[in-house]
Each structure stands twice: as C-alpha cells, then as structure tokens.
C-alpha cells in the first residue's frame, strides 16, 4: 500500500467551478500536511500547510485534514486556466526523523475556457 | 528574501561520471532536503542535513551522497552515473525541523 494515495487525473473542471483534490495516507502518526502546486517542468510551490483537524482558507484554497479518517483534501474555488498543474499532497510522519516529506503520485487538473 | 537556489540547471554527463548539484537555502533556513524526481517515480526523499548533519535518508544507494557546509548551502554527489538516474533534482529548505519546506527550480540531469 503507498503511502500517500492520490487519483492520478487529469480532474477536468471548467472555469469558474469547484476543483476539489483528495488525498489519503496510511500512517495515523502523521503530522503535518502540505499542498503543493507544480506546473509543468518547473519545481513544487508551496499552496498550503495545515496541521490540525478542520478547514484552512487561504484565498480561493481551501485545506481540509481530517485525522481520524486519514485523508487530506484541497478546494480551488473560482478554478482559473492558470490552476492548470499537478497538485501535490505530501505529509511529514511523527515517527519520521527530521523532515522527510513523503509525497503523493500528484493529481493533474485541467481548467477549461 | 530570495529564494532557494540551485547550480547548475541543466547538466547532461555520460555513464560513469560523476557529477555534484548545489543548493543555497533561503537565507536563515538550516535544513536542506534532497529529493528526486522522475515521471515513473513521482518525487522521492533522498536526504537531509540540519546543522551539518545527515538527519534522514531515502533508499538509495550509496552512489548518492551528500554535505552541508556551515553557512547551511548543501551539495550532493552522485558517482558512477547510471542511465536511470536522469531526473529533477530539486532541492528544499525549511527553518525548523518539521516545518515548511520551500523548493529550488532544481537541477534536471540528463545521463547519456
């Protein structure tokens, strides 16, 4: 079993609409949860962390952890040709020395015109 | 503050070289993480460094090896190149252990 579980895509929404991304992981020591956002042939940048249970908003992103079900997700609102990438989850294990972030395979969306 | 940097961007080496990537961090940042990325493996944590210290390491092999100076910037080496270790090499830095880790525009490597 992976470890942090993404569907691969392509999620094609159209503009203006609701992108909504899951991801799960299996290891319930996990600590903090990141998002990252990566067009292609370019680096991963950072869209949000969150580390407690509940919902982040931070511009038309919304995070949503929920521990005790495992699972992570990402809300785009207003979806825009430019949310057009890979989307990242990865997650930071409690048992995990330093830093190691453990990345998802990543979901490709697709905004359409 | 400027962000994390990498040297050099591109490098094409042939099978057997070796070949060392360069990672400044933002500045302040202590921890330096490594990570490979291929389109059949997704991104994968090759190692980290705090204070000068390997804190962590991915399951590669020894051929992938790395340092950190005392001025955080951090290097990696990869000896004896094989076909398959072509890839972005991306760099990351954070402030703290456990905390948010921001990339550098890496490093691609072509292997011929």
């Known amino acids: 079993q992976k470890e942090v579980e993404q569907n691969s895509g392509p999620l094609s929404v159209p503009e203006g609409a609701i992108a909504s991304l899951n991801c799960t992981y299996s290891d319930r020591g996990s600590q903090s949860f990141f998002w990252y956002r990566q067009y292609s042939g370019k680096s991963p940048e950072l869209i949000m962390s969150?580390?407690?249970?509940g919902d982040k908003e931070d511009g038309r992103f919304t995070a949503q952890l929920n521990k005790a079900s495992q699972y992570v997700s990402l809300l785009i609102r207003d979806s825009q040709p430019s949310d057009s990438a890979t989307y990242l989850c990865a997650v930071i294990y409690i048992k995990a020395a330093g830093n190691k972030l453990t990345f998802g395979g990543g979901t490709r969306v697709l905004v359409k015109p | 503050k400027a962000g994390v940097t990498q040297t050099p961007r591109y490098l094409i080496k042939t099978r057997g070289q070796q070949v060392t990537l360069s990672c400044s961090p933002i500045s302040g940042h202590r921890s330096v993480s490594w990570y490979q990325q291929t389109p059949g493996q997704g991104l994968q944590f090759l190692f980290e460094y705090f204070s000068e210290t390997q804190r962590n390491k991915g399951n590669f092999p020894g051929r992938f090896s790395g340092r950190q100076f005392s001025n955080s910037r951090s290097e990696m080496n990869v000896s004896t190149l094989e076909l398959g270790d072509s890839a972005l090499y991306l760099c990351a830095s954070s402030p703290l252990i456990r905390d948010t880790q921001y990339f550098g525009p890496g490093t691609r490597l072509t292997v011929l």
């Open positions: 969150i580390y407690s249970n």
